[in-house]
């Protein structure tokens, strides 16, 4: 199988809310069926945990090489947001429209997307993760100089 990227993926226990679909468990298979390599960072059930911790070892994976960008779901997106926004070099997007993703690829080079279990359907974070995959990073010296001034 050939591997076209690496992405690692965390969520707290909103990944495995009731009622299904579990989003994490589904983000994590709908990866693999489009070829991706899944650095699973847990959670892996319903059990009560605290967001940071998955933000930790979704961020070390992209900043240490071993995934090329993250995906992380909480139950809005934004603790778990807040949490991976504060590594250096992680640029973590809460999205919740399309324009979001499109534009945290293009003028961010954002290399971490947030997902909200109580925002976003399932069918929505799909068609973000495809957009999210499709959409490079513009360029352009004003948006690299922007990028550099967040250290
Ligand atoms: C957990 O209940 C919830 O607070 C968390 O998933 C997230 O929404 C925080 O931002």
Redesign the pocket.
């Known amino acids: 199988r050939k591997v076209l990227m690496r992405i690692a993926v965390g969520s707290?226990?909103?990944g495995y809310e009731d009622p299904p679909p579990y989003y994490k468990p589904e983000i994590v298979e709908y990866l693999m069926s489009l070829g991706i390599d899944v650095v699973d960072c847990g959670t892996d059930s319903a059990a009560?945990v605290d967001?940071p911790d998955f933000a930790r070892k979704v961020c070390a994976s992209v900043l240490c090489g071993a995934a090329e960008c993250g995906i992380l779901i909480?139950?809005?997106?934004?603790?778990?947001g807040?949490a991976a926004n504060r590594y250096p070099g992680i640029r973590a997007a809460v999205c919740a429209t399309p324009d979001m993703v499109f534009l945290a690829r293009d003028h961010n080079d954002a290399n971490v997307l947030c997902l909200?279990?109580?925002v976003l359907t399932l069918d929505q974070c799909k068609a973000f993760v495809d957009l999210w995959l499709k959409t490079p990073f513009g360029g352009g010296e004003r948006h690299q100089r922007r990028i550099a001034k967040l250290g």
Do not use: P
């Open positions: 707290d226990h909103a009560s967001y909480c139950g809005t997106g934004m603790g778990i807040m909200g279990k109580r």
